[in-house]
Antibody
Framework: QLQLKESGPGLVKPSETLSLTCTVS????????WNWIRQPAGKGPEWIGR???????FYNPSLKSRVTMSLDMSKNQFFLKLRSVTAADTALYYC???????????????WGQGMVVTVSS | EIVMTQSPATVSVSPGEGVTLSCRAS??????LAWYQQRPGQAPRLLIY???TRAAGIPARFSGRGSETDFTLTISGLQSEDFALYYC?????????FGGGTKAEIK
């Protein structure tokens, strides 16, 4: 059974970099698109971006200047870095899989449990 | 970007009753629409994609309809586990965007 789990610091200071890891178990990350999505409290989700197992990335234009995604096939993990964070980046962060095998569907069939990241000094 | 608007924000339903939730796109998205259910403290769960195709393991009481800009999710005979938040998401154009959600609460 495919499982995703987010990990990383739950508290980040303003202007610093938010770094999260998504560990995938139950299947290889090979040949799929992997996504980061966040959800501020009381609001709908916001798609941050995605990475394919080739390393190709695509980001939400609203965050593109601050986001970097990468992956480590040997550890079955992918990563999110969000630079220069502010309080507006406080949210529940999810990693999620696009079910398309080599062929992106652009919706999400497996999600991690989510991780709250608070930006505060 | 395409803005997704869901209505109503909250709907009160008695167990066993049916309910229809609405989602409107700011421009045509054909049938590139997914619906998710989010129970308290849980991650979203994919219910519907392609506007009307149920995802694996989703009960038949969930049905989706619509195209272009107007979409609905109908739940027939709500069960206790169906009282949750529901989100729509378009994947017709970038960036992918979600609606603000509709909460189905017990009446």
């Amino acid at each position: 059974q495919l499982q995703l789990k987010e990990s990383g610091p739950g508290l980040v200071k303003p202007s610093e970099t938010l770094s999260l890891t998504c560990t995938v178990s139950g299947d290889s990350i090979s040949s799929y698109y992997w996504n980061w999505i966040r959800q501020p409290a009381g609001k709908g989700p916001e798609w941050i971006g995605r990475i394919f197992t080739s390393g190709t990335t695509f980001y939400n234009p609203s965050l593109k200047s601050r986001v970097t995604m990468s992956l480590d096939m040997s550890k079955n993990q992918f990563f999110l870095k969000l630079r220069s964070v502010t309080a507006a980046d406080t949210a529940l962060y999810y990693c999620a899989r696009d079910p398309g095998y080599y062929d992106s569907r652009s919706y999400f069939d497996h999600w991690g449990q989510g991780m709250v990241v608070t930006v505060s000094s | 970007e395409i803005v997704m608007t869901q209505s109503p924000a909250t709907v009160s339903v008695s167990p066993g009753e049916g309910v229809t939730l609405s989602c409107r796109a700011s421009q045509s998205i054909r049938t590139s629409l997914a619906w998710y259910q989010q129970r308290p403290g849980q991650a979203p769960r994919l219910l519907i994609y392609g506007a009307s195709t149920r995802a694996a393991g989703i009960p038949a009481r969930f049905s989706g309809r619509g195209s272009e800009t107007d979409f609905t999710l109908t739940i027939s005979g709500l069960q206790s586990e169906d009282f949750a938040l529901y989100y729509c998401q378009q994947y017709h154009d970038w960036p992918l965007t979600f609606g603000g959600g509709t909460k189905a609460e017990i009446k």
